[in-house]
């Protein structure tokens, strides 16, 4: 599978291999980490897929994919499905990124990039969560259009879903 390609960043679809050298926190020559990469949620992501990969095959294309900047190539997060869709078309997602790296924008164009390529598959629903406190989230899924659908003690919930005639709407101020 190709790499998703925004303006600045490239959204690479992660192997059983780089996910286990993730876990090992153990970089090869063919790595380029930026400083911090990864971080605990990359290594809780990695592990996830793997667990995927290990009871029902590769998750692909609702896999991981590591962020990378296009300007130099290093990896500075992931962004990914929690599993394949589910019988509604559904799908649930998550991503991260080093703390050097957040502020801007990156997580926003890399979220944008992973709903336009769900909808593009038929994905009817994408949901995600962020815990209260993590303001920076919330309103990252809300930029991308996104919407609060509840919250329980710990998390705010968010969605966003199509229908046939709103296929590439509601995606906050992208434009691909």
Known sequence: MNDLVTARLELH???????ERVLA?????????????????????????????????????FGNYEIRRREDGQAIGGVGFHGPADENGSVTIGYGLI??????????????EILLFARARGITCVKGDADHGNVASQHVMMAVGMRPTGQDERVRYFEIAWTDTTANADLGSYKP
């Open 13 to 19: 679809p992660m192997t059983v291999g780089e996910a």
């Open 25 to 61: 926190v153990e970089s090869d020559s063919s790595d380029r980490w930026a400083p911090g990469y990864p971080t605990e949620g990359d290594m809780y992501a990695a592990k996830r897929f793997l667990d995927t990969c290990a009871v029902t095959g590769d998750p692909q294309p």
């Open 99 to 112: 703390p050097s790296a957040r502020g801007q924008g990156y997580a926003s164009e890399a979220l944008r």
